[in-house]
């Protein structure tokens, strides 16, 4: 079973800040490969935000970049948390948040993406 765990959504006006924080975890977990932070706005189709590998190298959709910043703690093989840090948030980031990780749970099963509840993110002008 691999658990993943969203917290940090809330609603904030436009310029402020928010943390989102995901941890991954699972006892049955071999490897955690890519964590990610994906957004729905209301209406839209679920975009990318950021992704960071197990080896930190980060990437940014292009709207995101120098605004949000993505982090990632390896506790072990079978836990891992990713923070995305939100600054000068605009009305267009009002959506549901996702975090999603690909990971490994047994030897001779190819990794797979395990996906979050989401958390909501409200920006108001």
């Known amino acids: 079973q691999v658990d993943v765990v969203e917290s940090g959504g809330g609603a904030v006006q436009a310029g402020g800040s928010l943390r989102l924080s995901c941890e991954v975890s699972?006892?049955?977990?071999?490897?955690?490969?890519?964590m990610g932070w994906y957004r729905q706005p209301p209406g839209q189709q679920r975009e990318m935000v950021a992704t960071?590998?197990?080896?930190?190298?980060?990437?940014?959709?292009n709207s995101m970049r120098g605004r949000f910043t993505i982090s990632r703690f390896n506790f072990d093989n079978w836990k891992a948390t990713a923070d995305l840090q939100m600054n000068s948030l605009e009305p267009e980031d009002t959506a549901t948040y996702y975090c999603?990780?690909?990971?490994?749970?047994?030897?001779?099963?190819?990794?797979?993406?395990?996906w979050g509840q989401g958390t909501q993110v409200t920006v108001s002008s």
């Open positions: 699972g006892r049955r977990i071999l490897a955690i490969f890519d």
């Open positions: 960071i590998a197990l080896n930190g190298s980060a990437h940014y959709a």
């Open positions: 999603s990780a690909k990971v490994k749970v047994d030897l001779g099963v190819r990794p797979a993406d395990y």
